[in-house]
């Protein structure tokens, strides 16, 4: 009975170091996201690459257009998170592989 017991105790407080650990490192994820998006992004002067073909170079164009750190790709039908991130850019394209959007996020 003494050991049932300990054994609910250990498991009980690993739980909770582990649910707190858990805690520990989305913080430490959300500083590190602040830390290295310096750069916001700004959809306007994206605009001016709907219709073009997207490519490396046009990837890169982008990016330097809008000030964003990082850029996403959307294919049709992609399924994608939800987060947001002011630092990357997100550029949807059609199945002729043409810029459709250019959005922050």
């Known amino acids: ?5 300990l054994a609910s105790a250990v498991a009980a407080a690993l739980v909770g170091v582990l649910a707190l650990g ?3 490192s989305m913080d430490n994820a959300d500083q ?3 830390r290295s998006s310096g750069n916001l992004c700004r959809a306007e002067p994206g605009q001016r690459f709907l219709g073009q073909r997207n ?3 046009t990837g890169t164009a982008v990016l330097a257009a809008t000030g964003a750190s990082s850029l996403r790709w959307l294919a049709p039908g992609t ?3 939800t987060e947001f ?3 990357r850019v997100t550029v949807t394209y059609d ?3 043409r810029i459709m ?3 922050c996020g």
């Open 95 to 97: 199945e002729e592989f």
């Open 1 to 5: 009975m003494a050991e049932r017991r």
């Open 79 to 81: 399924i994608v998170t």
């Open 85 to 87: 991130a002011p630092d």
């Open 22 to 24: 858990g805690c520990a």
């Open 55 to 57: 490519s490396a170079e």
């Open 32 to 34: 590190e996201i602040r």
């Open 101 to 103: 959007q250019v959005s």
